[in-house]
């Protein structure tokens, strides 16, 4: 009976996703997602892959990690298994503090720390009809207390939400601007103060706009921009100096800027093949590079803070996702999860 358990424990481990890496903010750490014990967690590890523990208890599934600014918590969702909705959580990285922030009856998702560690940023469903509905973006205090409302659109939706580095503001992506009769949602980056206040629409279409993320200096926008082939553009947070950066024959999305300002980090899609790969290029859209050199199905790359080592998630060597890093450059590729 006890070889049988062992198999089975090795077999789910083999058979586990692990993806979606997210430094501490002193890079000294990772935290991810894996089902590895059965149900969605979120582990934290060594950034060489040591010491990989679960964050999380186990009794519901886990998703969207952010770390606080001083790397002793992580916020995150939860699925409800009572009422089949996600609520905001946040528990110390050793798992031993957790704390239930929202219980609103409907999907509270994507939460995000402010980087002054004041506030937790996240999206709201309006209503919890049958597949969800319109969100609005709100903040609430880490102890759970002062839940605010920001964006007051109930007919749109308000989502992936990011705070500047200073805190003062938030960019936000939005359908508020959709026209009655359009085949499709329109979908442009905003920003607004963090108290919800002044919000203005940054950038003009034609296509959607979305995936916003800041630039380290907080004077730029990275964004992912069109709707058939998607490419990675840039935008003055005041709304001028509007480039498209990338014009590859794939979807380019997801820009992560570097911690000198000076590279942005992408994920390309080949729609037809269901394969992605990752790039790097300087902050003007210039020294296109592939990483790593040899890409095979890599995505969501993740610069550490040091700026000396990209994270990311590849199926590159088995059927499920694994966590990597590698160099900027793309060499020296070390897999982190799922040697066991």
């Not at 501490?24 to 950034?47: A, C, E, H, T, W």
């Not at 992506?173 to 949602?185: I, K």
């Amino acid at each position: 009976m006890q070889l049988q358990s062992t198999v089975q424990a090795s077999l789910a481990k083999a058979q586990a996703e692990n993806y979606m890496p997210h430094w501490s903010p002193d890079g000294s750490k990772l935290s991810y997602i894996s089902n590895r014990d059965g149900k969605f967690q979120i582990y934290v590890m060594d950034r060489d892959g040591e010491n990989q523990q679960r964050v999380t208890d186990g009794a519901r599934h886990c998703f969207y990690p952010d770390w606080s600014p001083d790397g002793e918590k992580i916020v995150y969702q939860a699925l409800d298994p009572v009422d089949n909705d996600y609520d905001i959580f946040t528990s110390s990285v050793d798992g031993t503090e957790t704390r239930q922030l929202t219980d609103n009856k409907v999907d509270d998702e994507q939460p995000v720390w402010s980087p002054d560690g004041k506030k937790i940023l996240y999206q709201s469903e309006v209503d919890d009809g049958e597949w969800g509905g319109p969100e609005e973006l709100w903040t609430i205090n880490p102890d759970g207390t002062e839940n605010m409302q920001l964006t007051r659109t109930p007919e749109a939706y308000e989502y992936q939400a990011v705070w500047s580095p200073d805190s003062s503001k938030i960019a936000f992506v939005s359908t508020r601007d959709t026209q009655p009769g359009d085949m499709y949602n329109q979908y442009e980056v905003y920003v607004m103060n963090g108290d919800g206040s002044d919000q203005r629409r940054l950038t003009q279409g034609p296509d959607s706009s979305y995936n916003p993320a800041w630039s380290p200096d907080g004077k730029k926008i990275a964004f992912t921009y069109g709707r058939d082939v998607s490419d990675i553009g840039a935008i003055n947070v005041d709304g001028g100096d509007r480039t498209i950066l990338t014009d590859l024959p794939t979807d380019d999305k997801w820009p992560e800027w570097s911690p000198d300002g000076k590279s942005i980090a992408f994920t390309s899609e080949y729609p037809n093949f269901l394969l992605y790969e990752m790039h790097t290029m300087n902050a003007d859209g210039t020294g296109l590079a592939t990483i790593p050199e040899n890409p095979l199905d890599d995505k969501l790359p993740k610069w550490s803070p040091d700026g000396t080592r990209i994270a990311f998630h590849s199926t590159r060597e088995t059927h499920q996702d694994e966590i990597y890093t590698c160099d900027p450059d793309g060499k020296n590729v070390v897999r982190l999860t799922g040697l066991e």
